[in-house]
Structure formats: C-alpha cells, structure tokens
C-alpha cells in the first residue's frame, strides 16, 4: 500500500510543473503507476491535495515564525533571523511554499479561507517586529510597520519564482540568498546603519 | 463593432478574476454580450489575448526602464526613481501586471521566449544600475548585483498580490507605497546610509 504521503510529493510535483488547474487526477494515477479508482482511496478530490500541501507548507513557517518571535534577542535581530530562515524554509520546501504563494486561488472557499487566516497570523508575526524594533529604537520610525511588512515578504518569497536548486553556472546557496537579503533588508530598516552594519559584519565574520 | 481594445481589457479581467485557465471564450464573448463565433473576428485563440496584455504591460515597464536608464543622475537615484515608477505603473496596470507575473506559464513556448527575454532584459536593467552605482561608490560593494535585482523586484511586484484600488480603511496611495518601499530598499543599499537618509529627506520636503 502506498502511503499518504508519497501521494502528497507526487501531487504536489505536479502541481507545480503542470499548474493546478491543469492537472487532472488521472495524471496524478499515472504518475503514481494506480489507477485513478485506487486514488480515491487516498483522497475525495485533487483539491484536497492541495489544501493538504498548502497547509503544511504554512505550518512549518508558523512554527519558525512563533519559534523565533519567542526569543529575547532585539526585534530588528529577530527580524533579520527570521528573514534569513523563511528563505531557507522556503528553498528547502518548494513544492509546499510555490503552492501557497501561486496556487492558493484553487482552494475552496473554506480552505481559502483557512488559508487566508494562517497568511495573516503570519505577515502579522512581520508587521509585529517591526513595531517592536521601532519601540524599543532599533528600527526606524519613518515607516510603516505594514508596509515593510509587505515589502520585505515581497522579497523574501520572490525566490520560488527564479530559485532553483543547483541551476546556474555557480549554485546560489538558500543561506547566501537569505544572509544577503538581510543584509539588505536589516541595513535600510535600521535606525543606526552604520552600527547595525558594523555587527552584522563582526556577527558574520565569528560564524565562519 | 467592438474595439479590439475592448475585447482586450474585457479578457484580462475576467483572466484576473477568475484565472486563465478557468476561463473559456464562452466566458469572454458573454462578458462581451456577444456570440463566441464573433469572438474569433478579433482573436484566433485566448492564449493571443493573454500574450498581447502581457506584452503590453511588459513594454510599459521597458519604456519606464529605458527613459530612467538614461538619466545622468547618479545610479542610485536612478534605481530610486525606478523602484517608485515600478510601483506606481504596476498597480495603474493591475490587470497586465498581474498576468503577466502569475499567468505566463500559460503562455504558448514561442510567446513564452519572447516574454522572457523582456522580462530579463528589465531585470537585468536593474543589475546595471546596481552595478553602475557599486563603482561610482554610492552603492555598497558587498552586495551581489543579481541577488540586489531579484530581491527589489520581489518587494515591488509583490503588491500586485496585495494592492487593490481603495480598499482598506485608510486607501494606500501608490506613491506612498513606492516611496517607503524606496527608503527602505535604497537605505539599505547605500554606501553612504546617513548622508542618503539626509538627502531623501531633504528631497521628499522639496517635493511637497
């Protein structure tokens, strides 16, 4: 019997290569070597796989989120951790991750709406640090804390359109992409960039 | 008779809302009010429809690109102008913008090719003036052009996700939009981060 989950990986490569809506159960079946009657044991609809993709795809940057919003580093540290870690969640579960940020459109209107409430809780987990950076004095105040929010996700999530492991002449590493995104990020919502600059450079240099 | 223009603007809404591939020429000639027969006088097949609105909104950008490029203004204003111009002609196109971010695996291989190739030559626009800033000195030098690219035009595509005209409480105006996305994008990629932040202000006070 073949398990739920190898179902899951199959479907979701599919997904991603085909597009959602183009992709029929019966090229799931296929790939999978059953018959198209045998994956309805696994699941009632080709939605549901997707719901179930999505859904976990965002679990695992809830818990990162929660995990790292938890410590009592300062915010902008905070901020600059979880940037660097969404990109390596996102890299390391592409599938998952493309899914909710391009296919989410083909939920049902009661998993969207599931959906929509975890996407919130998490750009509010941004929208938060970046309101805590600005009260305890590390990040600037000329900004709005939503729209950093917005535009640092922008960033961050941009790379399941152009990232590709191992594609390209030199392989961009997931921790490069993010550590330099941070560096980028961090500098411009800093409210002392060249002090945050200088320990950012000390932090680097003491991990190698 | 129907200017193509009409039918041009009906299909790319209706491609928005509902998405292209859920989208038949029933669905289009209806919106039209006319028969799916008459459909076929201004267009062969609906994947023409998706290229010319993503053409279309392509070339604008290239047209933005082109003229700011031109400029003899130091490369990092350049790439300011650039990044609020982006922002502000996305959401005045939501509908070609936004196809042509999320729709264009749907695009025939040969118009595919040709979309591409306008979509790296904007890209790549952005890693000239990442570069050409790096030597003049106003842009640190630590940073990789390509990785700077991708990460600003993550944060400026991604309001195509979440810009919509006049929602919300307090309506989000493009150009504050552009503009804060361009103080914490350009802060972060200043050589000089202090001496920049004195002149944005010193410039955004002069323009009001």
Known sequence: MRRYE???EV?????????YEATSTQDIADSLGILKGSLYYYTQTKENLLFELIQGALQGSIDNLQRI???DDPAIDRLRELICVHVEYLTANLVGTTLSLHE???LSPSHAKLVSA???EYQAGFEELVAAGQKDGSIR????????????????????????PGRGRKKLKPEVIGEQFAEMLIAGLS?????????????RGSRR
């Open 6 to 8: 190898e179902v899951l």
């Open 11 to 19: 479907a979701g490569k599919i997904f991603c290569e085909k597009g």
């Open 69 to 71: 919003a938890a410590k």
């Open 104 to 106: 989410h459109r083909s």
């Open 118 to 120: 975890v996407e919130h």
């Open 141 to 164: 105040a000329d900004l709005d804390p939503k729209l950093v929010a917005l535009g640092v996700l922008g960033a961050i999530n941009w790379p399941y359109r152009w990232y590709r």
């Open 191 to 203: 409210a002392q960039p060249a002090r945050r600059a200088r320990k950012n450079a000390a932090g």
